[in-house]
């Protein structure tokens, strides 16, 4: 009987290393990037060589050439990025409101109502004013395409900061890209990308999902869940737009209902839609208000005083021939020469 079931124990672990190896040997992974930028993990960078930049059109070059410069004298690390105990307040109280895109004067693109982006030409992108949080288990924000003609190429996606404005994310280190134009995503780069998803177009929504332990970034459009696109970003990542053209996209980040269904159930976005702060009354809710029955009561009491005052001032009578004005002619006039 012992030897009998001793068999059936060596048997269970020989299925479950059979198992183990199997899992290891045939399921798919995301794909690991350098966690940071020191000199040991240059080499798993991206390979830019100079026969590759020579391949792009000339204003392409130049604008790759002053971001790769520019980035060199402003990484990641250049400026503190980490949420302050402020900040951390202002998003209790606020929500998701506390989340705004901003965007640099000098290029052309502005930002409405915290997350109404319009481009208006030329390559620029924003990001938002704080990075993705990092204490729930996944971050969650969509980006509709509300306006977007054929021949504009919008990138969806993270990157750090500081971060060239006139680049889209994806194209230089530190940034990860879905890409309308191809489908593709691109990470640091504009020479890796890789088949991943179906371009996106009008109408269209792409959201982009973050899992901070893992530093796993997954996309999704249209409601429908993509295969993770990179994993191993340890930075602090902030949800960032780029286009290189005319075209208007809406991002929800938390502020109403999501496309994709899993993120509205397990309430991914980056805070809650309304904070601890109370709103704002409505309008026409100040008629039972305590301090304005006040003030009109005081304002009714200070005009019934006035009249009264008026009523008991004295008044000069008109016919009284002592107050009449004085003569038109000066005194020195009237005299006998």
């Not at 960078?45 to 971001?67: C, H, K, N, Q, Y």
């Not at 288990?137 to 509300?146: G, H, I, L, R």
């Not at 994310?169 to 020479?191: D, E, H, L, Q």
């Not at 959201?207 to 429908?224: K, L």
Request: glycine fraction near 8%; include cysteine; proline fraction near 9%.
């Amino acid at each position: 009987m012992l030897i009998s079931y001793a068999w059936i124990f060596i048997t269970g672990i020989i299925v479950f290393f059979i198992v183990i190896v199997i899992l290891l040997c045939f399921t798919r992974s995301a794909i690991e990037l350098p966690i940071g930028g020191s000199d040991a993990e240059i080499d798993e960078w991206p390979v830019e060589s100079e026969d590759m930049v020579a391949t792009l059109p000339e204003d392409a070059r130049i604008s790759f050439g002053l971001a790769r410069t520019w980035q060199e004298h402003h990484p990641p690390d250049s400026i503190p990025t980490d949420i302050t105990p402020p900040q951390y307040l202002s998003i209790q109280e606020k929500g998701v409101s506390a989340f705004e895109f901003e965007w640099e004067p000098d290029t052309s693109c502005f930002v409405a109502g915290r997350t109404e982006v319009q481009f208006v030409h030329g390559e620029c992108c924003v990001q938002t004013n704080l990075p993705l949080p990092k204490q729930q288990d996944v971050y969650y924000w969509e980006a509709k395409m509300f306006e977007k003609p054929d021949t504009t190429t919008v990138s969806v996606g993270v990157a750090t900061k500081p971060f060239p404005s006139w680049r889209l994310p994806g194209w230089n280190r530190y940034s990860v890209g879905y890409f309308s134009s191809n489908g593709c995503k691109y990470f640091s780069s504009p020479f890796n990308g890789k088949p991943y998803g179906f371009p996106f177009n009008h109408g269209d929504v792409v959201g982009v999902g973050y899992r901070p332990r893992t530093g796993t970034i997954f996309f999704t459009r249209n409601g429908r869940r993509l295969e993770d696109a990179y994993t191993g970003l340890r930075w602090n990542l902030f949800p960032t737009i780029g286009a290189n053209g005319p075209c208007q996209v809406h991002v929800n980040l938390g502020q109403m209902g999501f496309v994709f269904v899993e993120a509205n159930v397990k309430k991914w976005g980056l805070a809650p839609s309304q904070g601890t702060r109370a709103p704002p009354p409505a309008y026409g809710a100040e008629r039972g208000s305590v301090l304005l029955a006040s003030g009109q009561q005081q304002q009714h009491q200070q005009s019934a005083q006035q009249s009264q005052t008026e009523e008991q001032a004295v008044l000069i009578p008109m016919e009284d021939p002592t107050h009449q004005p004085p003569p038109y002619a000066s005194p020195s006039s009237q005299t006998d020469p």
